[in-house]
């Protein structure tokens, strides 16, 4: 297809900065970039009509994490990484609410809670809470990050959860509203934003970076950062990021509902919230690990009957609702639960592998790619290969 000459000049041209993907971590990249240099010209590039993957279908958790997940990532991985991730997420959460405003993003700090219905995995994590407050206590300024509170449940009409650890730093968003602010806010900078541009290679060049469209359209730019999280292997197949498939579901209005919060159940494997007087549930790929690791888009029958049966048995007993939708989206993760933030090539920079967190630490990541890129002159050459 044959660009115009207006659309070449006002729509495209050559960008001192090109974004693949309009997600959290791309739409903010671009924000940062255009507040350092308000004259750049910076393209943000999406496959599709809105956001896809994550950013626009997660769950709305401000993504602070629960006692047995952090647990599970203290035995898996350093525990550096591990407190850097939990810093991440506290100032990934704070900076987006600096830029665009509670109100703005439909911001709850409701605090979040983690259910067991045996005391068994109850008291495997309860032995070690005292210990992991301490772990979390220069991050998090707190004595106590995570409290057991076993009245939870019963004061919130659920049933089979016999205990409960709860925490004040984890709350909810509005995800389409916090979108939504963020797409505008860009666009607002001047930020140019193509949906429906499939990219389909890119190529490093000696000075500039060329990238070519599915519909035959190329140009050239200064710098590109790709944003593209659990779909980054498309462009570059050698990136340790995988996908992953959420499975999600919301009921109808729900009368005198008392469930007020997001709560985690099962390591977080599965994860549940009000959403005003509805209920949103999502999660059970643990269920079947292998047909959920997929970029594919879709529901399937074996974890949504779990999801109906959890709802119906444990969170909403005896109450009257329907389902009125059930979708997924797909993250990005890695053997290592932190995100790549990786010098591909000379102008190519790679800012994927969300793990799960992008609500949280989305705005951070974008904001660690673009910082340094203080002109059009600059190449991302000289940016740290990692943060």
């Known amino acids: 297809m044959e660009l115009s000459y207006w659309e070449k000049k006002s729509f495209i041209g050559v960008p001192d900065l090109a974004v693949i993907g309009s997600g959290i971590v791309g739409l ?52 550096k990484n591990v407190l850097d991730t939990v810093r991440m997420r506290l100032t990934g959460l704070s900076k987006l609410r600096k830029r665009l405003g509670d109100e703005t993003i439909g911001y709850i700090p409701c605090g979040g809670y983690e259910v067991f219905d045996t005391t068994t995995s109850f008291d495997a994590c309860a032995d070690k809470l005292s210990w992991l407050n301490k772990q979390l206590k220069e991050i998090t ?63 490093q060049l000696s000075s500039k970076v ?62 549940f919230r009000n959403v005003g007087n509805r209920v949103l549930l999502g999660g059970g790929r643990h269920l079947d690990f292998e047909k959920e690791a997929t970029d594919e888009f879709g ?13 119906r048995t444990k969170i909403l007993p005896g109450k009257k609702y329907t389902i009125e939708h059930r979708w997924s989206g797909i993250m990005g993760l890695g053997k290592e639960k932190k ?21 949280a630490i989305g705005t951070l990541v974008g904001d660690r790619k673009s910082t340094r890129l203080n002109s059009s002159h600059t190449d991302i050459s000289r940016m740290p290969s990692s943060a």
């Open 141 to 203: 300024a707190s004595k106590e990050t995570f409290i057991t509170a076993h009245h939870i449940p019963k004061k919130m009409s659920m049933k089979g959860f016999s205990s409960c650890i709860a925490s004040p730093l984890e709350g909810q968003i509005d995800t389409g509203k916090m979108m939504h602010s963020l797409l505008k806010f860009a666009q607002s900078l001047g930020v140019v934003v193509l949906n429906c541009s499939m990219v389909s290679a890119i190529e």
């Open 28 to 79: 903010n990249a671009a924000i940062t970039f255009k507040n350092a240099n308000p004259s750049a010209h910076v393209v943000v590039l999406e496959r599709s009509w809105l956001p896809l993957g994550a950013s626009t279908k997660n769950a709305g958790f401000a993504c602070f994490g629960s006692p047995t997940e952090l647990l599970s990532d203290f035995e898996s991985m350093p525990s």
């Open 210 to 271: 060329l990238i070519e469209l599915d519909n035959k359209v190329s140009f050239k730019c200064a710098n590109l950062i790709l944003a593209t999280n659990g779909f980054a292997r498309k462009l570059f197949p050698d990136l340790p990021v995988s996908p992953a498939r959420s499975q999600v579901l919301i009921t109808s209005p729900v009368e005198q509902l008392k469930l007020n919060g997001v709560f985690h159940y099962e390591e977080g494997y599965f994860y």
């Open 299 to 311: 529901i399937t029958q074996k974890i949504q009957r779990k999801l109906d049966r959890l709802l």
């Open 339 to 359: 995100p790549i933030i990786k010098k591909l090539s000379k102008n190519v920079v790679a800012a994927v592998r969300m793990g799960g967190m992008g609500v």
